[in-house]
Every structure is written in C-alpha cells, then in structure tokens.
C-alpha cells in the first residue's frame, strides 16, 4: 500500500511538472512599465514578440503595457508575467510582498562600464531655478511611487540635501504619472521642478546617453535647451531584468542566454527595449539590490 502511494504521489508530481512545463510553452508574457506613451512601449518590444516564440518554443508572446509601475509588479506577485525590466524600487517591493515570486538575472551596463544610473532633477531653464535653494517653497514633481529614481532615491537622499523635509521645504508635492508625463509637466509649468532618471554619463544638452531625458529627445518631444539640472542623486544600481521564479528552469536559461546575447545578435532590438546607449548585459543576484530593499522598507515600508 505504501509503495503505490509513493509511486501514485511520484506520478501526480510529474504531471504537476509537465503541466508546469507545458503552461510554460504555451505563452510568454512580458510585463511592461509605465511611464511614457503605450504605443511606443508596444512598438519597441515588438522585436520580443517576432523572436521569442522560435527562440523559447512557445506559441506565442503577449505584451501588457501598465499604466503605472504597480501594475506589473502586482502582476509578478500574482504570477501572471513570465518577465519584466524593473526598476530597483520596483524588483525591491516585489522581495518586500514575496522574495520568491522573481528571479532578478541580468541588470544593463553603461557606456563607462557601471551599472549604475542617477535620479536627476530638472526644472525650465527661463524658471530662474539653479540650485535646491532656489526651490524652497516652490513645487517639486516625482515621477511614479514605486520609481526608484523618479521618488524613492530622492525621497531618501534629498532631506540631507536641503537640510530639512520634503513636506517642509517645497509647497507641495505631487506626482506626475510616470517619468515621461512628469517631464512634460515640468515644462509646462504644472511642477517647478521634477525628478526623473538619466545615465549621468555624456552630455546633458543629448539628455546624456541613456535614461528618460534621452528617449525624449530621440522622440523628439524634448528640447534639452528648455530644461536645466539642479540636482544629482548619487549612482542608483541599474534595475533587473526579472523572470518568474517558478518558470521551467530550461526557459529560463534560454531566455537568459537570449538576452545575454542580443546586444550582439539584434542590436536595434536591444537599443529599441532598453531605450539608451548601453554596451550589454551582466548577472545580477538579490544581493546587489539589498541596499534599495533596505531603503525602501525605511522609507515605504513594502
């Protein structure tokens, strides 16, 4: 009796596994962050939808654009997305709810070699705003609350910078609905100032070399001539490329694989989805984001 339990439990387990397997061959979905316009988000991933069905052996991919950050961690957490590109205060509030949903494997590196980007704060270059002293009692913009760059970094570093609160020292606060609106907002006055993410690395009259500053521009939508920095945050690390954790380990090393080899293989497919001038991937473990894990259990507390 005991021995065909063990076999019948041996048999259910290993068809719990095809299943699995199965499901996994089935349909890629790839989660995508808010924060600029959807159709442009859809059309730089599309390169994802026209290789990864050969490259993964499934019948399709399927693309979700979210209005916002939370709506692709939520849908990490509930384990209907396969991947997604995180940012760092993103992938560390998917660990806070639950540190096995996702598996961070590969994070970008910069045209200089780090791995690392700035939150940066920009305001209207005719506002008369050169430095953080010139906002005092004004309004101060962030992108999105679960933007590592665009509000957790800043919320954290700034207090230091000006010596004071946030709620103190700026009139008001706000959000302005992903990194791309915020910047709008910014130039059309709705904010004084806002933060938003660039690389750091070149020029900021290009919007430097990567970040959202540089999309604009290449969009076409920016003039960096109308935008002055007033502040630089201190480098943030580059936030993870993240797959489910519960994904067949076979899929999982492929797309890894893939993705490690696409700057090579498919350049303007690697340009197109990671929006900026960067050289290539590396590995990346939970280690190398506990200090955003740390930061955003103090500051947000998940």
Avoid at 63 to 78: C, E, I, K, N, R
Avoid at 133 to 145: I, S, V
Avoid at 233 to 254: C, F, Y
């Amino acid at each position: 009796m005991l021995k065909q339990a063990l076999m019948a439990a041996a048999a259910f387990t290993a068809l719990m596994a095809g299943a699995a397997q199965a499901e996994d061959l089935k349909e890629f979905r790839i989660g995508i962050l808010g924060g600029e316009n959807e159709a442009d988000r859809m059309r730089n991933f599309q390169c994802m939808v026209d290789k990864l069905p050969e490259v993964l052996g499934v019948e399709k991919v399927s693309l979700f654009p979210a209005s916002d950050y939370d709506g692709v961690v939520q849908g990490l957490l509930g384990g209907t997305l396969d991947y997604a590109e995180l940012g760092a205060s993103a992938y560390a509030k998917v660990y806070l709810e639950d540190p096995e949903a996702v598996d961070p494997i590969l994070t970008t590196v910069q045209t200089d070699g780090s791995t690392g980007y700035h939150s940066v704060m920009v305001a209207r270059e005719d506002s008369g705003i050169r430095t953080l002293e010139d906002l005092k009692g004004k309004k101060l913009g962030f992108a999105d609350p679960d933007s590592t760059s665009g509000y957790l970094v800043p919320a954290v570093t700034l207090p230091q910078a000006i010596g004071s609160t946030i709620d103190d020292y700026f009139s008001e606060t706000g959000f302005g609905g992903g990194h791309e609106n915020l910047v709008l907002e910014v130039v059309k006055g709705t904010f004084d100032a806002g933060t938003t993410w660039a690389s750091g690395v070149g020029d900021f009259s290009e919007g430097y070399t990567s970040g959202n500053l540089h999309k604009m521009v290449e969009k076409g939508i920016l003039d960096m001539d109308d935008l002055v920095e007033i502040w630089k945050s201190p480098l943030i690390p580059n936030g993870p490329i993240v797959v489910r954790t519960s994904m067949n380990e076979d899929m999982k090393e492929t797309f890894k694989t893939f993705m490690m080899e696409l700057p090579e293989s498919d350049p303007e497919c690697f340009s197109a989805i990671q929006g900026g001038d960067f050289t290539g991937y590396t590995e990346v473990t939970p280690a190398f984001y506990q200090p955003i894990i740390d930061a955003r259990r103090s500051q947000i507390g998940s």
